[in-house]
């Protein structure tokens, strides 16, 4: 199928309104981004909390979501996980208010993740239903082993150690009868159900990012962004000539500062997942624009007497319907991740729609005026020959 037989697009002509508009995009985001702070830290680079939860019965998203807004949580992304029943969500929140005075900001953090804890709780009912009980799925390893060692003080250590890695191998205890299972014996399951509860949540894992190592990751990614730049710089300097080499690494810087731009309007969290989405960016958009001047290539040897710019006008339409079907095939894809792919992986799908469609525009409309811009300030004799 040809959607474009022979187009005749004078896609150079606009080269000014491109650049305009770009600078005015540009512009206008890193303002919001400086001036507004319209790029937000997600945990793994400003810090929070990962926790992954089980309740006990089938409890809806929406119901969680409710109780962390009601407790001002509400800017933590909750995803479910496990065998989707329900039961097992994963909650990740960034650190929402800054330390109190003397406070140091890991213990912030560690009491931000007690109090979406004790919020999570709520969502299925009271943590220990019998008063005057401690709640075991809510016990770690060295409180369990302090009860037990009131009893068992010479195997307390080791009972806990097999209790808790039972739990976090089943999820939680719905019945003390299950806990005999881990292999305690009798007497020690009969003694917790004296002296514990079951509650309706328990703790499967519990990390928290520091701001110290947000702070490094976020540093490590910005060097990712640009070492791949510059790979891709020596790359296609090599393989066709410095300009086409510049062309192309600015066509790609422009792609990262539009795409981040656009996102820090849109009031979402950048994260890790977000830097991924950006050098898969950067890789679709070089490949493009790869297409591209290696047709320029080719046309120099067959269009000799035709200046660069009529040669690049040919090029780029020469190739325009491979762009938009391989282009449109990609968005095809990232439209349907974006309505149906769920909470989780909408800033990722968001970010690489924006990309995508920068990614067309900038190959298009940027990458060769670049290369004619570069041969008129520093080449013009060999320009003009051309």
């Given at each position: 199928?040809q ?7 004078p896609f ?20 919001n ?7 937000k830290?997600g945990?793994?680079f400003?810090?929070?909390t990962?926790?992954r939860?089980?309740?006990?019965s089938a409890?809806e ?5 409710r109780?962390?807004q ?20 994963q909650v990740r929140?960034?650190q ?9 900001e890991m ?5 931000l ?6 919020a999570?709780?709520?969502a299925a009912g009271p943590?220990?239903?019998?008063p005057?009980t401690s709640?075991?799925n ?6 369990l082993?302090?009860?037990?060692a009131?009893?068992?003080p010479e ?7 097999k209790i808790?890695?039972f739990r976090n ?12 299972a881990?292999g305690?014996?009798d ?8 002296r514990?509860s079951?509650?309706?949540l ?10 110290q190592?947000?702070?490094?990751l ?22 066709f ?7 192309a690494?600015?066509?790609?810087f ?10 820090s309007?849109t ?8 830097i991924?989405?950006i ?7 070089i490949?493009d624009?790869i ?5 320029v290539?080719e046309?120099q ?5 035709e ?6 006008n040919a ?5 325009l319907g491979?762009?938009?079907i391989?282009?449109g ?7 349907a ?6 909470e ?7 970010i690489?729609l924006?990309?995508t ?5 900038s190959?298009?409309?940027m990458?060769c ?8 300030l520093?080449?013009?004799?060999k320009?003009?020959?051309?």
């Open positions: 199928m959607f474009f037989k022979t187009p005749r697009i150079l002509k606009y080269k000014w309104f491109a650049l305009g508009l770009t600078v005015l995009i540009v512009g206008a985001g890193l303002v981004i400086i001036a507004f702070r319209g790029l830290p945990v793994d400003g810090g929070g990962l926790l939860v089980k309740y006990k409890t998203i929406g119901e969680i979501r109780i962390l009601d407790q001002g949580l509400g800017n933590a992304v909750i995803q479910e996980t496990g065998e989707k029943d329900g039961r097992e969500y929140t960034a929402a208010v800054a330390a109190a005075a003397g406070e140091q213990d912030a953090h560690e009491k993740a007690d109090q979406v804890i004790e999570l709780r709520t943590a220990a239903p019998t005057g709640d075991l809510a016990m770690d390893a060295k409180t082993a302090s009860l037990l009131v009893a068992y195997r307390a250590e080791d009972l806990a150690q808790i890695a191998q089943t999820g939680i205890f719905a019945d003390f009868d299950e806990i005999a881990a305690v014996g007497d020690v399951v009969r003694y917790l159900a004296s514990t079951l509650g309706s328990t703790v499967l894992s519990r990390e928290t990012v520091g701001p190592v947000g702070k490094d976020r540093g490590k990614a910005i060097q990712a962004t640009i070492w791949a730049l510059l790979g891709m710089l020596v790359y296609i300097a090599l393989r000539k410095l300009a086409y080499g510049v062309a690494i600015f066509t790609l422009q792609d990262v500062l539009i795409t981040m731009s656009i996102y309007f009031n979402r969290e950048v994260n890790l997942p977000i991924a989405g050098l898969t960016i950067v890789g679709f958009s490949n624009t297409v591209i001047f290696d047709r290539r046309n040897k067959i269009m000799r007497r200046p660069l710019e009529a040669v690049m090029s780029l339409n020469q190739t491979r762009t938009i391989t282009s095939t990609l968005l095809l894809t990232l439209l991740l974006y309505f149906f792919g769920g989780v992986i909408n800033d990722f799908a968001f690489m924006v990309g469609v920068e990614g067309i525009y190959t298009v409309f990458s005026p670049i290369v004619l811009v570069w041969y008129k520093f080449a013009p004799r320009a003009a020959k051309k």
